[in-house]
């Protein structure tokens, strides 16, 4: 099979053989600031997409992922009620002295999130982390993901633009 970028054949795909994630591309072209939405099924919050992503971006680029601390994925770690709903690395890119920033958001239930959602949780125990083997989810499955996502990033950006400790991306957020 011939997988050059002249070829006159194109390959297809969703990224989930080899980055699950979508980030590898993004830190190949060394941006600056990447938001990821890592809302892969992981129920025992085991980051496997998330580990493989930082082991072949290290490899293969030679990029070193490093959770601020006070921000890294033990905020994310809990079944019940996580700290938060986001951790922040520092990318450093090899060779160029040149650093970004990845947030990773993750589907998790935190303090202060409407009732709904904690009634949801009640209802369906694998919430947020429900298969997405069935890609037909009703209004009320969606409006779920959809709302917790927007409160966890709410609170990302708020805290990037309040906390002193994370000024290195709010000057480029």
Wanted: with cysteine; net charge negative.
């Amino acid at each position: 099979e011939d997988l050059r970028e002249d070829s006159q054949f194109l390959q297809i795909t969703d990224g989930g053989h080899f980055d699950n994630t979508g980030v590898y591309e993004l830190v190949r072209r060394r941006c600056r600031l990447i938001v990821l939405s890592e809302a892969g099924a992981d129920e025992r919050f085991e980051f496997a997409d998330l580990a493989s992503m930082i082991e072949r971006i290290r490899v293969d680029f030679g990029v070193n992922v490093d959770f601020i601390d006070g921000f890294g994925l033990e905020r994310l770690s809990s079944r019940d009620r996580a700290a938060s709903g986001y951790a922040i690395a520092r990318l450093r890119y090899a060779g160029t002295g040149a650093e970004g920033f990845l947030v990773v958001v993750k589907p998790t239930l935190t303090e202060g999130l409407p009732a709904d959602l904690y009634a949801r949780r009640a209802q369906y125990p694998s919430f947020p982390h429900e298969s997405t083997a069935d890609q037909f989810f009703n209004e009320a499955q969606f409006e779920a993901y959809r709302e917790l996502g927007y409160r966890l990033a709410r609170r990302a950006v708020f805290d990037i633009r309040t906390d002193r400790r994370l000024d290195g991306i709010s000057k480029i957020w």
